[in-house]
């Protein structure tokens, strides 16, 4: 079992990134000391837009060493679960919506040998990951509804960030709560005021691209102010 780290940990979304440059924009997001990079995946039918797929995560993986997680915003997850593990992703992350299985597909994730996540929509309880959490690695409270980058962070999602702390306090195991949507400068420390511990940032962090680590050492700095004092 992956520890969990006592600093916070961030995650930077890969939606901004200049798509015709992706494995020089990851190696950038590496040299700045990012912790992981997450592959938004997105199929026209669960959410209204479409990215990329298992071959260009593939293709990056080959020149770039951070770890990877995948963030499958995809109607029927199941079929293609090896794809993306296959493809050098570290964490697979599955919508509670999208699973009518979920205990049998998360259970798949950690035959297939990753850590499992399960991401929760704004209007999904928290009640949805409740029995299956001896399964779950990585909890991700979604801080927008999914789809888009660049939206406003909506803090209303802290109480469910609380909720979940309480619960995964109580499963007695190390599981990683993420939030992803809206994370920057204004919101990072109300997330972890409320138990968050992985934070996944988009357009905050490509606003800076030339200051990258800079920008990296002030949200990290914080995170980790706001959770010292939770
Ligand atoms: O899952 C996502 C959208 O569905 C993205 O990961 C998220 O929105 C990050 O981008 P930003 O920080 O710009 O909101
Ligand atoms: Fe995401």
């Not at 992956?2 to 930077?12: E, F, K, N």
């Not at 592959?39 to 298992?54: I, R, S």
């Not at 995560?57 to 079929?79: G, K, N, T």
């Amino acid at each position: 079992m992956q520890p969990i780290p006592s600093r916070p940990r961030l995650v930077a979304s890969i939606l901004p990134a200049d798509f015709a440059r992706l494995g020089e924009e990851c190696r950038a997001l590496q040299d700045a000391g990012i912790d992981r990079i997450q592959w938004d995946v997105m199929d026209g039918a669960f959410v209204p837009n479409l990215t990329v797929g298992p071959d260009v995560i593939a293709s990056v993986r080959r020149v770039v060493d951070v770890e990877f997680e995948a963030h499958l915003m995809v109607q029927r997850p199941e079929p293609l679960l090896e794809r993306w593990v296959e493809a050098g992703c570290e964490i697979v992350i599955v919508h509670a919506e999208t699973c009518v299985h979920l205990h049998r597909t998360l259970a798949r994730l950690r035959e297939l040998g990753v850590r499992a996540g399960v991401a929760l929509n704004p209007a999904t309880p928290l009640s949805a990951v409740a029995h299956v959490l001896d399964l779950v690695d990585l909890v991700l409270v979604m801080t927008v509804n999914p789809g888009f980058g660049g939206q406003a962070y909506l803090s209303t999602m802290e109480s469910k960030i609380a909720e979940a702390a309480a619960l995964i306090g109580r499963a007695g195991r190390a599981i990683e709560l993420e939030v992803d949507g809206g994370i920057g400068p204004d919101s990072i420390a109300g997330a972890a005021r409320a138990g968050a511990n992985t934070f996944c940032i988009g357009s905050a962090l490509f606003r800076s691209r030339d200051a990258m680590s800079q920008e990296l050492a002030r949200l990290r700095q914080l995170a980790t102010a706001s959770e010292d004092a939770a």
